[in-house]
């Protein structure tokens, strides 16, 4: 009995990967079923019996993918103290985190599927959104209590955004004046 349910975690956790690699670099509708179970080397069966429906992947990976950030904003507080907001800029607008689509942020790649999600999974974004503001919003001493919200969540939308265009253009020198902008911009919102 443990090592079939060992070997069902085991299916699950690849099928989660690969359901979540999928839906970051293709969108929503850019991945299917099928495709998903053979990135994980499982069957469609498999994949309906651990997720139910595509929608049911596709929160599991919203989940997953939120989580990451929720676990690596303390991180970066932890790691950088006072400087966490340049470390976190520079990381999430560097190249090798711009470049991988795949495992890149959730929040970045995954938000603009949100307007045509069910209520389930919306309310599961706003949950996980919410509490990242939040984390954000405690990083930032520097303003007073309401001021650290507004400012938690221009942050978050100057980069998403300031990823996505970046992202979707194909000359790298755009894209570098791009990133140099976003990067200025989000460091300008947090000076006191």
Known sequence: MVKNQTRKEET???MLDAASRGF??????????DGIAKAANATSGA???????????FRAALDLGLDEVIDGVPRFQRD????WTDAFIEYYLGRAHRDDLACGCAMTSLSPEMTRADAQTRA???RKMQTIATLIAKGLPQFGT???R?????FLGILIGGLTMARALSDDSAID????AIKAAAAGLLKA
Do not use: P
Request: no cysteine; hydrophobic share 35%.
């Open 12 to 14: 699950r956790r690849n």
């Open 80 to 83: 950088y103290g006072d400087g």
């Open 124 to 126: 599961l974004y706003d």
């Open 24 to 33: 970051r670099e293709n969108g929503f509708a850019g991945v299917g079923v």
């Open 177 to 180: 004046d791009v990133s140099v």
């Open 146 to 148: 309401q001021q650290q």
């Open 47 to 57: 994949f309906y019996a651990h997720f139910g429906s595509k929608d049911g992947a």
């Open 150 to 154: 507004a400012k938690a969540w221009a």
